[in-house]
């Protein structure tokens, strides 16, 4: 989906319409008042306080019309500077422009606003120079949005919309807006009975339903599977620590704010962990090693606990409580380039097994003009960055370059995944660490009795299991392979009367081969439990009558076919087996 906000050209056109927008409401609702309307990745919105006035869908479809005459009416737009005195007087009956207005400085910050026909918006612009420029657009949603963003500031309505060059253009986008909510993977987590959340628990706070575990631990025993055979030893560590714990580290001086407040008990202070190097820090610390032990490779499937912005929160892609594939690797500096080529060796057969194919590599580095995000030790930082570069440079890997992404300790490698839906995001990293090593006094004895700093390498293949649950719902629009799906198999016998007790054979071999089936036993027609099976998108249906009674057969159809299939039993749960142990993922 294009970025609009990226565009020039359709930056400036979103922007414009956002103004139509404003306009349009002031003819319908005199008493509006504006906070602010930019230009984002999916088009415009613009922040407005209609006093007692809610909107409805129907109101969406008002506001859009008369848009469409106050952009037919062909009004020039133009700009005007104006002093901050003039600005006061002019937009002295908004309270929310005055707001914006107070804050500019008084000399050096020019005020502009932009006209058009009967309306006048505060704005630094540019602006298309006429409203017939703006033919083709559509209002796609509405939403309540605090004024500033301030749970404790008045309740503003929030209005959504985009603005194309083309009508073609304009219903290509609409019709990728309609793909998106297909394949949403909150729409599609509650038709198939995966995860739930109820704000009574509490936002961003998911529960994983019986199918959605199933999911989660097939992904779990996946990818742990992998690391036991690279030599990653597992460990299970609390979801709490001392707030000293990650004074230690330096994530309280530095990701406090993202952390859940401190609890007070029995005089000691502690958070939910939002990562769990401090705790793998001190695995490590708990002896002293040799340098013949590196690479110490500490794998962990752990509960972390973030305080993301309630706007913020989505599904189970996005949320306060998540699951990482995290590890942490301590190796000597002569062991980075190897250990780090494996750690993008693992990423990449991951990505292949589940044919993820469109991602970009980038080298997240710290912003040298950021005191307060970053440790202060330039020496560190340029080893560290130096380092990271030569390797991926040495591996030849294709990334670019990103200002200010760095974690507060070290630079990474960050895989940024472009998901079927929505904008890119990290899926996998691997940083490199010299400063918390340094920070709790680690240790090696090296080959001449020495005692030495390791450097860690911080890891995330599958990045949270949640976050990777919800990228593969999307891609598969919830059509998951036979090895992921929580019910692999759906078995219907024709006619109870007559076919229940060789479902019930099947069953049973199904089970004993540790394959998830459900037997539909209920008294309802063949064609509609057939029905019920393509919508929870089970991979595979048996359809069991006289036939494959007499004959030992087992007849299957697979999920969005119409072709039925007749095998042997044993050839089946053979076929069954096999496709199983490929773990293999087809795109939707």
């Known amino acids: 989906m294009i970025n609009i906000k990226e565009n020039e050209k359709l930056s ?144 503003l309505q929030r209005i959504y919309g985009v603005c194309f060059e083309t009508e073609e253009d304009l219903n290509n986008y609409l019709n990728e807006i309609e793909e998106a909510k297909m394949r949403d993977h909150r729409k599609i987590g509650k038709e198939l009975e995966l995860f739930m959340s109820d704000d009574l628990i509490g936002r961003g706070l998911p529960m994983f339903l019986p199918k959605g575990y199933i999911v989660w631990q097939q992904l779990e025993d996946y990818i742990k599977a992998k690391e036991r055979k690279l030599g990653y030893l597992h460990v299970m560590t609390p979801c709490v620590g001392t707030v000293d714990l990650y004074k230690t580290s330096g994530h309280w001086d530095h990701y406090k704010e993202n952390m859940f407040p401190a609890m007070e008990i029995d005089g000691e202070a502690f958070v939910l962990r939002p990562m769990n190097c401090p705790h793998h820090m001190m695995i490590y610390a708990n002896k002293l090693h040799s340098y013949k032990e590196l690479p110490i490779r500490i794998g962990e499937i752990a509960h972390d606990f973030r305080y993301e912005a309630s706007g913020a929160v989505k599904g189970i892609e996005r949320a306060r409580h998540f699951c990482q594939n995290d590890a942490h690797i301590f190796v000597t500096p002569e062991q980075i380039k190897d250990e780090f080529k494996n750690v993008v060796d693992l990423i990449f057969d991951v990505y292949k097994d589940f044919n993820i194919t469109d991602y970009r590599c980038v080298l997240s580095l710290r912003d040298p003009a950021d005191k307060e995000k970053y440790h202060p030790d330039d020496a560190m930082w340029d080893k560290a960055e130096n380092e990271l570069r030569a390797v991926l440079d040495e591996l030849g890997i294709e990334y670019t370059e990103e200002i200010g992404e760095a974690a507060f300790y070290g630079p990474k490698l960050d895989v940024n995944v472009k998901p079927a839906v929505g904008n890119e995001y990290t899926l996998s990293t691997c940083q490199l660490d010299f400063c918390l090593p340094a920070k709790f006094d680690l240790k090696y004895v090296d080959a001449n009795g020495e005692k030495k700093t390791p450097v860690v390498l911080h890891r995330a293949i599958l990045g949270s299991l949640d976050r990777f649950m919800a990228y ?99 050839e089946f749960v053979k076929l069954l087996v096999n496709e199983i142990n490929e773990k293999r993922i087809k795109k939707d």
């Open 12 to 155: 400036i056109l979103n922007h414009s319409c956002a103004h139509l927008l404003a306009q349009a409401v002031k003819h319908l609702y005199p008493e509006a008042k504006f906070w602010v309307g930019p230009v984002i990745e999916e088009g415009f919105y613009y922040d407005i306080d209609l006093g007692d006035k809610t909107l409805t869908n129907e109101d969406l479809v008002k506001i859009e019309k008369e848009m469409k005459k106050c952009a037919k009416a062909d009004k020039r737009i133009y700009r005007e500077e104006i002093s901050k005195k003039e600005a006061l007087e002019k937009f002295k009956d908004d309270p929310y422009k005055i707001d914006l207005i107070s804050r500019m400085d008084d000399k050096n910050t020019v005020i502009s606003c932009y006209t058009q026909g009967d309306f006048t918006d505060l704005c630094r612009g540019p602006h298309v120079d006429s409203t017939k420029k703006m033919k083709y657009f559509k209002l796609i949603k509405f939403s309540g949005a605090y004024f500033k963003g301030d749970s404790k500031n008045k309740m």
């Open 472 to 570: 593969i719902i999307e891609e598969t629009k919830g059509n998951l392979p036979l090895w992921l799906a929580p019910v692999q198999i759906e078995i219907i016998p024709v006619n109870n009367a007559f076919h229940l007790d060789y479902a019930k054979e099947v069953e049973e071999l199904l089970e004993q081969n540790n394959i998830r089936s459900h037997l539909d036993d209920r008294e309802e027609k063949l064609s509609y439990k057939m029905r019920e099976a393509q919508t929870k998108k089970i991979p595979i249906t048996l359809i069991l009558g006289d036939k494959e009674k007499q004959e030992n057969l087992i007849s299957y159809r697979r999920h969005g076919s119409e072709k039925t299939y007749s095998t042997g039993k044993d």
